[in-house]
């Protein structure tokens, strides 16, 4: 059974980093992209970073680029996820996701909050 658990998420001032974690277990992800989604109340969940398990391709989304760095650890089997530079509207639940590079398998953790204030 595949589990992504998250956690590094907080109460942080506006300016301040967090680094949040994703640890897989169940199965390893040689085929799998790992991504970040976020959602804040009252809004749709959205697209955060990704990252191909294999190679190591980054994507990001524009209100993030040149703030958060996605990261992965194959001995740990674990996706990081540093934020810098945070502000109020990147206050949300952050949640994992992996899925396949063809997409027809997902799996998502659970979430982790990350509260930003001004």
């Known amino acids: 059974q595949v589990q992504l658990v998250e956690s590094g998420g907080g109460l942080v001032q506006a300016g301040g980093s967090l680094r949040l974690s994703c640890a897989g277990s169940?199965?390893?992800?040689?085929?799998?992209?790992m991504g970040w989604f976020r959602q804040a109340p009252g809004k749709e969940r959205e697209f955060v970073a990704s990252?191909?398990?294999?190679?190591?391709?980054?994507a990001y989304a524009d209100s993030v680029k040149g703030r958060f760095t996605i990261s992965r650890d194959k001995d740990k089997n674990t996706v990081y996820l540093q934020m810098t530079s945070l502000k109020p509207e990147d206050t949300a639940v952050y949640y994992c996701?992996?899925?396949?590079?063809?997409?027809?398998?997902?799996?998502w953790g659970q979430g982790t909050q990350v509260t930003v204030s001004s």
């Open positions: 996701k992996a899925r396949t590079v063809l997409g027809a398998t997902a799996y």
């Open positions: 169940g199965r390893t992800f040689s085929n799998y992209v």
């Open positions: 990252i191909t398990w294999s190679g190591g391709s980054t």
